[in-house]
C-alpha cells in the first residue's frame, strides 16, 4: 500500500478529542485537558492536535487574546468533515467488534 492508500489511524487520545469537539464545538486546547477529566494531559495535547491537523482531522485558527485578560492569542480547534467520518467509521466498527469479542 502506498502512502496515500493507508487506512487512517486514530489514537485514543485523538479519538477523546473528536468526540470532545462533537459534543462540545470549537475548544481551546485546555478546555479539551478540563473537559476530558485528567485524561488529556496539558504537556501532551498540543503534541496530539498538531498531528491530528496535518492528518486533517481537525483544523484550527488564531484568535486574539480576550482584551480583559491580555496575554498571547489562542487557538481555537473544530472537526473536520474528514474527523466526523473517521470517527463515525470507527464508532461503528468499535461496535461490531465488540460483539464478537465478548463471545
Do not use: F
Not at 14 to 41: F, T
Request: hydrophobic share 40%; proline share 5%; net charge positive.
Amino acid at each position: 500500500m502506498s502512502r496515500s492508500q493507508h487506512a487512517p489511524s486514530l489514537s485514543a487520545r485523538e479519538r477523546l478529542i473528536l468526540e470532545l469537539l462533537v459534543r462540545d464545538g470549537a475548544l481551546y486546547g485546555l478546555q479539551m485537558v478540563a473537559a476530558s477529566k485528567r485524561r488529556l494531559k496539558r504537556g501532551t495535547v498540543y503534541v496530539t492536535l498538531g498531528r491530528m491537523e496535518r492528518k486533517g482531522y481537525i483544523a484550527s485558527r488564531l484568535e486574539d487574546a480576550p482584551p480583559q485578560t491580555g496575554g498571547l492569542p489562542r487557538r481555537l480547534y473544530t472537526i473536520t468533515a474528514n474527523g466526523r467520518r473517521l470517527l463515525a467509521v470507527w464508532d461503528h466498527v468499535t461496535r461490531r467488534l465488540m460483539p464478537a469479542l465478548a463471545r
